[in-house]
C-alpha cells in the first residue's frame, strides 16, 4: 500500500510540473498497478471503477455528483501547518452518499459542508478529515451509519449516526478525534477523544445505547438529562471531565462511571489549549501534572495522543506526504524541468 501511495504522490507532482497548472486528480486502481490523470473532480470520480483510490491535489474543489460506488478519497491533508508544502484540499458543500457506496473511505481534507446519507450506509471510514457533521439527508427515513470509523479528525459539529431515538447507527467506532458531541448511536465505542458539547447546551451525548465511552477528555456533561433522551446502559471509564462526578451518567438507567476524572479545565489539561474545540494553534497534549496523564488504558495518557491510532500533529494524512519542492523557474538547455522533490511515509 505504501507503495502504490508514494506512486500517486510522486505521480501528482510530476502532473503540476509538466502541465504548470492545476495539478491532475489521480485515479488509480487498488492494486496501484494502472493510474489516470483528470483535471476535474466530478470527472475523476465518474471515471472510476468500484474500489479505486482517488487522490485528490492541494487548492478548492466541488463534487458535482452523489457517490454510490465505493471509492477511496485521499487529500492533502486539511492543516496548513503540515501541508505547507502542497496546500490544504477542501471540498465546498455536502457530500452525499448512497448506499452503493458501502465500504468506502475519504482521507486528507477539509469539508466545509456535512457528510450526508442518502439511505442508510455500512463500514465507511473517515480519517485525518475536518468536516462540519454527519446528518441524514432526510430526517425521519430511518437511515443510519453502520459499523464506520472516525480517526484522527474534526467534527465541528456532530457525529449524528442515526435518526432520532428509533433508529440508532449500530456498531461504529470514534477514536483519537475532536468532536463537539454524539447522536443516535448504539452498541458503539468512543475513545480517546476531545469531547466538548452540543450547541449551547451541557451535555454531549444524545440518544446512546449499550456503548462505551472510555478514555477521553469531556468538555462538558455527558448524557442529556432531558426526559426525551432514551440513552440507557452507557459506561464511562477512564475519562477526564469538567463535569461532577454523577453528571456523566445523568440517573440515565444501568449506566455507570468507573475511574474518572472530574472538575478538570482546559488550562489545566492540555499543554496549551484553552477550550475543547478544534485550533490549529493549540498543543492537546496532556500535561504532567493533569490528572488526565498516565489515567488511561496501560496507565497512557488520555485524549487524542493515546490508544492505537494517536493522532498525528497536524493530523497529516496517511499517505507518503510531500514536506520538500524546489521547481525551477524554466528549462534547462536540454528542455528538461528540473524538480525536486522529498517524500516521507507515515509510520
Not at 8 to 34: E, R, Y
Not at 171 to 183: G, K, L, Q, R, Y
Not at 194 to 206: A, E, G, K, R
Not at 335 to 345: D, E, F, H, M, T
Amino acid at each position: 500500500m505504501k507503495t502504490k501511495q508514494l506512486l500517486c504522490a510522486l505521480l501528482l507532482f510530476i502532473g503540476l510540473s509538466a502541465s504548470a497548472q492545476q495539478a491532475p486528480f489521480m485515479v488509480c486502481n487498488s492494486a496501484g498497478t494502472t493510474c489516470t490523470p483528470y483535471t476535474d473532480l466530478t470527472t475523476a470520480y465518474n471515471a472510476a471503477t468500484a474500489g479505486d483510490y482517488l487522490y485528490l491535489p492541494a487548492g478548492d474543489f466541488t463534487l458535482g455528483v452523489w457517490i454510490n460506488k465505493e471509492i477511496h478519497f485521499i487529500g492533502a491533508g486539511f492543516d496548513i501547518n503540515a501541508s505547507i508544502t502542497t496546500g490544504i484540499t477542501r471540498i465546498s458543500g455536502d457530500i452525499i452518499l448512497q448506499s452503493g457506496a458501502n465500504g468506502s473511505s475519504f482521507e486528507g481534507f477539509y469539508l466545509t459542508g456535512n457528510f450526508k446519507n442518502y439511505g442508510s450506509l455500512n463500514a465507511i471510514t473517515f480519517a485525518y478529515l475536518n468536516l462540519n457533521r454527519t446528518d441524514p439527508y432526510y430526517e425521519g427515513q430511518g437511515w443510519t451509519w453502520n459499523n464506520c470509523v472516525v480517526k484522527n479528525s474534526v467534527v465541528r459539529e456532530y457525529l449524528y449516526l442515526g435518526s432520532g431515538t428509533s433508529y440508532l447507527g449500530e456498531n461504529n467506532t470514534i477514536m483519537n478525534s475532536i468532536v463537539n458531541s454524539f447522536h443516535s448511536m448504539n452498541h458503539s465505542t468512543v475513545k480517546n477523544c476531545v469531547v466538548s458539547i452540543h450547541n449551547t447546551t451541557n451535555y454531549c451525548f444524545n440518544n446512546i445505547k449499550n456503548s462505551v465511552v472510555k478514555n477521553c477528555i469531556i468538555g462538558g456533561q455527558g448524557l442529556n438529562a432531558d426526559a426525551a433522551n432514551v440513552s440507557d446502559n452507557i459506561l464511562f471509564l477512564n475519562n477526564a471531565t469538567e463535569a461532577a462526578s454523577g453528571q456523566l451518567i445523568n440517573a440515565k438507567p444501568f449506566c455507570t462511571e468507573v475511574n474518572n476524572s472530574y472538575g478538570i479545565t482546559a488550562t489545566d489539561t492540555f499543554v496549551t489549549a484553552t477550550g475543547y474545540t478544534y485550533n490549529q494553534t493549540f498543543d492537546y497534549h496532556i500535561k504532567a501534572t493533569s490528572a488526565a496523564h498516565n489515567g488511561g488504558d496501560n496507565g497512557a495518557d488520555i485524549g487524542i495522543y493515546g490508544g492505537s491510532t494517536p493522532w498525528k500533529d497536524g493530523a497529516i494524512p496517511s499517505n507518503p506526504h510531500i514536506f520538500f519542492k524546489n521547481i525551477a523557474s524554466a528549462t534547462d538547455g536540454s528542455g528538461n524541468l528540473p524538480v525536486q522533490i522529498k517524500v516521507s511515509a507515515q509510520n
